[in-house]
């Protein structure tokens, strides 16, 4: 099946190009609440998920036993931009295991924040895997190695135990089997297993509720969504798109893109999980469909949808500022 | 009307996310060679149009007056990376006509070159508007006003001299009317008109071949499509695919690259034009279209036609360089 476009680009009055998409929303009893287009297409959920690749970290005791609050626990689940504040936790993490970047296998690549990387450039330096976007979700998985006595190395591998405990929570959460067929690698060097995007979205409904979790998964689910909703700077960067989504009604809006087009929510307040990813692998188009969906979900709020509403409609600017065109979501989200 | 697919994008052996598009490649006398999806479709061209926009620069002499060869004529058509062999030779067609970067009103941004960035960052520099991606297009505006004594101030306005006279260019060339309901304001502050996408191809077979222009017009156009096949680092930049493709075989393949997706492309020893979107404005896949195409239509020559199938199949790497997937042109394509 074709997806519909669900959102345009448009430069003055014309439509220059377009995104297609699918999105599901469930309920954690896996009712589905709202469906558009092949939400059964296998799809990597990538960055999208971290926030179930973060279980381990918390129900293995080894957040505790660092010591990790809100801000390291959204550093775990993070995307992050590179900046200074995301770079220093990172090593803090690294630190209370004992280890510090060179542990790290996820790559160095300059800060996604421009600013940050024209900071390290004019400090003479050289971005190491601390300014990875990822830096904070493999110190997790390397603080649980330790705090759990296994032998880190490797540990971004598949079969390691690592990269194991991160594959049962994301079969337990979704529901879906991770298998091999449909196994690719991530950026970061991680597994990554495509599953239909409705097991996402229900994925993210029992996160939010811990509807059919035991209770020390529930716990761990809601902690770490809390955390993200409580620290969302930290979770991504400044000016992305998950900070002003989750800024725009504190501890309501769980949000978490991925590479690709791919976004994770959840409303708390309606039990409901989201996943979406926009066909072509668009993260500007992305953006907007996640914005207008969770506006039309939560519309009893008059004042969050016209935030929201207004997120969907991101300006497209000239090199001298001026507004030359915007995205826009089409009748389908709307 | 749906586009196909035209590009495919893999991790591990998954299609993670796809591309439709459309492509016309036309002759000089109107005749349609190979149309794939909605040529009809007006589209921007963006800068896959640069050498027809700069038609006036040579037209009117002031290339000539300002002794402009093969690197300044590449420059004026160039979507350049902001590298230093670029920024000096903006500054120099300026200072030919008695101007400065003051004069540029296409505004300022870091070059696209990260190496550049860095570099600029490094010696404690800002970009200023000869790192603009169009600043050679620019000086190339500005040298015609000053060489035809036309007050150059507000060059960018819908209504100056400089924009009717490439409107005019635009039009000729393609035989679409250029109207104000198909206006839009590119990145640089130009107008920018969205005409049918055969047009563009058209066009650009009547650039290589001359066929119905006057022999001035017939002269510049193949003197500056000419000089983009012989400079074609000036055009774009280290390691971009424009590079790639018009060193894969020297004065036999012009192409240009457009934001949002768009190429124009002309084989000379065919008499051929090509324009292409993707309909999303990927760029990564709008490259795979154009080398997928260009290969098919040069498939007499084996080794060439490897080279650019090599091309058109581009890896993607994780972030310690690995091969983790890749694009690749569906077999709509090839």
């Not at 297609?20 to 990538?46: C, L, M, Q, S, Y």
């Not at 759990?148 to 490797?154: E, S």
């Not at 708390?268 to 039309?296: F, H, Q, S, T, Y």
Request: aromatic share 6%.
């Amino acid at each position: 099946m074709t997806n519909s476009v669900l959102v345009e680009v448009l430069r003055g009055a014309v439509v220059e190009s377009a995104h297609r998409g699918a999105i599901a929303v469930f309920e954690a009893d896996g009712k589905p609440v709202w469906e558009i287009g092949d939400t059964a297409r296998p799809v990597f959920p990538r960055s999208a998920v971290k926030a179930i690749q973060a279980l381990p970290l918390v129900e293995s005791g080894a957040a505790d036993a660092y010591g990790f609050g809100n801000r390291e626990l959204a550093l775990a689940c993070a995307s992050h931009s590179g900046e200074p504040a995301h770079v220093e936790l990172a090593w803090a993490m690294l630190a209370k295991a004992g280890l510090d970047e060179t542990a790290l296998e996820c790559g160095a690549h300059w800060p996604s924040s421009h600013a940050a990387t024209v900071a390290l450039a004019r400090a003479g330096k050289a971005p190491n895997a601390l300014h990875n976007n990822c830096s904070g979700k493999h110190a997790g998985f390397l603080c649980t190695c330790v705090h759990a006595g296994i032998a880190h190395r490797g540990y971004v591998k598949s079969g390691h135990a690592s990269q194991e405990m991160v594959r049962d929570a994301m079969q337990a959460v979704t529901g879906a089997a991770h298998d091999f067929d449909h196994c690719g690698t991530d950026g970061c060097s991680i597994p990554t297993y495509a599953v239909p995007l409705r097991s996402f979205a229900l994925g993210f409904a029992r996160m939010a509720t811990g509807v059919g979790f035991e209770p020390v998964r529930a716990k761990a689910a809601k902690r770490l969504l809390s955390a993200c909703m409580a620290e969302p700077f930290l979770v991504a960067g400044t000016g992305r798109a998950d900070v002003a989504l989750m800024e725009a009604a504190p501890g309501r809006i769980f949000v978490k893109g991925g590479a690709e087009g791919v976004y994770c929510a959840a409303l708390p307040e309606l039990g409901l999980g989201i996943a979406l990813k926009c066909d072509d692998g668009a993260g500007r188009a992305a953006e907007v469909m996640v914005a207008a969906c969770i506006a039309r979900l939560l519309h009893a709020d008059k004042a969050l949808t016209a935030k929201l509403k207004e997120q969907a409609l991101p300006p497209i600017e000239s090199r001298i500022g001026a507004k030359v065109g915007a995205l826009r979501p089409t009748a389908a989200l709307s």
